[in-house]
């Protein structure tokens, strides 16, 4: 099957890559674009570590066709924030040691960055709906709700809006 | 893969790829069909660039065209369908997760024809219509007709579905739709139940009841509705209706559940769906 061509923006940047029809966004943002943060666990939506954001919203993107994402803007856990420039969410996860086996957790901070985007105050049962589609088998919800209500309250007393 | 950009390209490219083609919309649903190789199509026909198949449109008062490609979250955040349609937003807000939301539409719950559909139920109680585009232009169908079957519907092969239309509910109305699942999140339902009402003058005037998981179709319990219609809705009379609509259940018993503990759910989902739909049209 040929190839067809792929434009879209990823983590801020015009992209172009070849990609087949059949092929999710998830594959084409690792095999294509290098971009391997966002992670493949089931392959069907229920578990949230290929979760990347998709014009501003999250998204499972191992259910999207990659071709489907054309024209549009993708954010994946690389445009997050920068080794040396952390984004609130991910130094929050280091400081309260949020991370276990790790795979995971690319996907829930892509979904608790979009949680404080559309939410910037949640409660806390917000915020384990607003990360309900992020299955950590090593159990880490305790520590990552802590780390996002801390965020939370910091973007509350700032009075940031992001 | 075909990517239209309007409705008559994708009536036309589903002339020319035949049975072989399917559409993907979200591709919540058919995406794991075609990875776990339930469904092999030959060519799949994108909607994502179809405007007329987006959006949720409504006007104080008046009805709700909601389009095929409307996505499940959008109708949980929209502020009238959580005013005005509140069973709608209620079944809306039970798919999947937030990342399966934001990609899941109306009409691909619809399509997929699954019995657990949480959108179905509401929508029938709200007496939509579906509005299908053909060869031969748009025919519409209530949606109590739409099933055929599991995984069946009335769609012929070269159909497409392009939005649900749903008359206004009068003054003094409320629905609700609640579902039992063993986990709140992420999972189907073993029955799922919408109720809809319109109160005038303490009395009911109309009564929706519709039901998943509990036949091949959603069902609708036409006398439970009949037994309410007309009456105040006192809390004997809602239990006596939950539990004729328990007659129009015929489950089936799967490791969801047996079919005994299914009518036991739709007896409890009627009485508190119609409970929270009488408090809903009385606010």
Known sequence: MPKQILSFTVNGDKTEVLVQPYVTLLEALRDEAGLTGPKEGCGTGDCGACTVHLDGKPVASCLVLALQARGRNVRTIEGLGTPTELHPLQDAFVRHGVPQCGFCIPGVLMAAAALLDETPAPTEEQIRYGIAGNLCRCTGYTKMVAAISEVAGSLKTKGAAR | MVLPGSVDECVKALATHGA???????????????????????????????????????????????????????????????????????????????????????????????????????????????????????????????????????????????????????????????????????????????????????????????????APTPVMATAAQQALEGQALTPELIERAAGLAVDAAKPISDQRGSAEFRKHLVRVLTRRTLTAALARASA
């Open chain 2, 20 to 214: 072989g083609a399917r559409t993907v919309a979200g591709g919540t649903d058919l995406l794991p069909q075609m990875k776990n190789g339930v469904v092999k199509p030959a060519v799949v026909i994108d909607l994502s660039g179809v405007a007329a198949l987006k959006g949720v449109a409504s006007a104080n008062g008046s009805g709700l065209r909601v389009g095929a490609c409307a996505t499940a979250r959008e109708l949980e955040l929209n502020a009238d369908v959580r005013k005005r349609f509140a069973g709608l937003a209620d079944g809306a807000a039970l798919v999947g997760s937030v990342q399966v939301r934001n990609l899941a539409t109306v009409g691909g719950n619809l399509c997929n024809a699954a019995p657990s559909a949480d959108m179905a139920p509401p929508l029938m109680a709200l007496d939509a219509e579906a509005v299908i585009a053909g060869p031969k232009g748009e025919r519409r169908v209530p949606l109590t007709a739409f099933f055929k079957g599991v995984r069946q519907t009335v769609l012929g092969a070269d159909e497409l579905l392009v939005a649900f239309v749903v008359p206004a509910p009068a003054a003094g109305s409320g629905g609700s739709y609640i579902r039992h699942t063993p986990r709140r999140e992420l999972d189907i339902a073993v029955v799922g139940v919408a109720s809809q009402v319109t109160i005038q003058n303490g009395r009911c005037v109309k009564a929706r009841i519709a039901l998943a998981s509990v």
